[in-house]
């Protein structure tokens, strides 16, 4: 048992669970941005189902660093590389990790076949009923082709911070699903608190942009904290999620954040709390890029 604390693991590039996501989008769209016939149509599962497309055990992790040697020997779980139209996720109680490969994309793609389209980076030529609606889906996958890694980063520190913590993961999952909270519900228990700004969601988010910053070491100073945020799709779906709630929670959660990146000397000198204007020129950015594709 060790005692709860928010902490930076030492969790290092998960290169084997980078290759096997990596070797199935490449499966699905090549390097040129042609994609595969056969496998989007093999792909197209029902949207209630979901298809484990890989299989990989922590104990192939546990070499990598003391924090995943420790996880493993204290909860060993299973990462599951998966087609589905769920979010990538940690669940304690099935002692599973799943990165989804999501399955609107791979619908869109179809769609796009369908009409003509061979290349990802030629979507933008077509137009047909919907076109709109199926070009978030290929910007869904670009964004998922362009950020597994942060989202396996993501999700294997909540493993971490399970296993060294004597499961109070899992033990908040039992408690909730044992009285049938609701998400918001769920939120009460903690003074009112947005789950995304719970400190197991905070350290998750932590790690996420500390790989940012491994990215970036030679202008991470120049570096501000709506760059960060932008970066990555979980970091502006929390954003968007908060700000619906209110000014408040939104600028809540940067505070959080720039605290606890203080605080684990991950601050850059461009970092500081953003004002209105600022976190408005944000959600607009945002509500932009869901507006339209963006390949690159």
Known sequence: MYILQEK?????????VQKEVYSILSSIVDKNGNINKKTVERYCIPYSEEKVLKTIHSSKLKKLSNDLF?????????????LSANTNTYFPTKKEIRISIPLPAIYALNTYIKNGCS???????????????????????????????????????????????????????VFADQIRLSKEEFDLLYANTPMDSMFFEINAQIHVIENLRKKNIGKWDSITMEDAILS????????????????????????????????EGLLSASMQTLNQYEIQRMLKYITIREERTIIV
């Open 8 to 16: 930076l693991f030492d969790i290092p590039t998960i290169n084997l």
């Open 70 to 82: 420790i996880a493993n020997k204290e909860k060993p779980i299973k990462i599951n590389i998966t």
């Open 119 to 173: 290349n990802i980076f030629e979507v933008n030529k077509f137009h047909f009923r919907n076109s709109r609606k199926w070009k978030k889906g290929i910007t869904q996958f670009k964004d998922f082709a362009n950020e597994y890694e942060n989202a396996i980063i993501h999700e294997v520190s909540h493993w971490v911070d399970d296993a060294l913590h004597n499961s109070f993961f899992e033990k908040l999952k």
């Open 232 to 263: 990555h799709s979980g970091l502006r779906a929390v954003f968007s999620s908060l700000y619906k709630s209110g000014f408040f929670l939104v600028n809540q959660w940067i505070q959080i954040l720039l605290k606890r990146l203080s605080r």
